[in-house]
C-alpha cells in the first residue's frame, strides 16, 4: 500500500492535523519515509500544539508531545493531556506520548512538548534516556530546562506562538485546573483555604 502523504505533499495545517490525529501505529499508511524525512522541527511542533488544542476541546489542558526517533524521524509516540478527561493524575502529554511509544530506546529519540516539563515529565524524560526535549513554550511555565540538561539531555527552545497563546488562554479560563495540573489537588485545595 502506498501511503498517502509523500515528498511532493504540502506541509499544511490540514496534514499536520491528520497526522496528529491518526493513531501513532497507523501512521505508515498515511506518512511514506521521503515525507517524514522532510519534517521539521517546527513541524513537529505544530503536531504536538494540535495535540494541545486536542486536549482543550475534550476539556482538558492543552499540552501536547510527539516523540520521534532521531535517525528516521518517524514518529514513535504522541499523546495530549487527559488529566480531566480519563481523571488521571499523571496523564501529562510527555507520559502520555511516552506510553504511546512504549517500551523503546528513549535515548535515540526526541520529544516535543508544548510546554515545558513538570517535575514529575523531566524526572521521567531523564530516567528514561530521552536524547533530547523540544520546548515549545517557556512563556508561561518554565523552570525544568536546566535539570534536564544538568541530567544530560539536549534540551532546545522552540517557542510556538499558537500554543503560547492557546495555554495562555487556558490558563485565565481555568486557573484551577491549571494550578492542579501542575502541582496536585492539594495545592489546589490549600489555594482556595488560603
Excluded at 18 to 44: K, N, V, W
Excluded at 90 to 109: K, L, Q
Excluded at 120 to 135: E, I, K, Q
Excluded at 177 to 194: K, P, R, T, Y
Aim: proline share 3%; aromatic share 6%; glycine share 8%.
Amino acid at each position: 500500500m502506498t501511503p498517502l502523504f509523500n515528498e511532493q505533499t504540502d506541509k499544511n495545517e490540514a496534514v499536520l492535523n491528520a497526522i496528529a490525529h491518526m493513531p501513532t501505529q497507523s501512521l505508515s499508511t498515511l506518512m511514506g519515509s521521503d515525507f517524514t524525512l522532510e519534517l521539521t522541527d517546527i513541524d513537529f511542533m505544530r503536531i504536538a500544539v494540535l495535540l494541545a488544542k486536542k486536549s482543550y476541546d475534550e476539556g482538558g489542558c492543552p499540552i501536547g508531545a510527539v516523540i520521534i526517533d532521531n535517525k528516521t524521524r518517524n514518529i514513535v509516540g504522541k499523546g495530549h493531556n487527559t488529566l480531566i478527561q480519563e481523571d488521571h493524575p499523571y496523564n501529562h502529554g510527555e507520559t502520555s506520548a511516552m506510553r504511546d511509544a512504549g517500551r523503546i530506546d528513549f535515548s535515540r529519540t526526541s520529544l516535543f512538548t508544548t510546554l515545558s516539563p513538570c517535575d514529575v515529565c523531566a524526572t521521567l524524560l531523564y530516567m528514561r534516556g530521552v536524547n533530547r526535549v523540544v520546548v515549545g513554550d517557556i512563556t508561561n511555565a518554565s523552570g525544568n530546562e536546566a535539570l534536564l540538561r544538568d541530567k544530560g539531555v539536549q534540551v532546545d527552545i522552540l517557542e510556538d506562538q499558537q500554543g503560547i497563546s492557546l495555554y495562555s488562554q487556558f490558563r485565565r479560563e481555568k486557573p484551577d485546573q491549571d494550578l492542579e495540573d501542575w502541582q496536585g489537588l492539594s495545592a489546589l485545595c490549600n489555594h482556595i483555604i488560603v
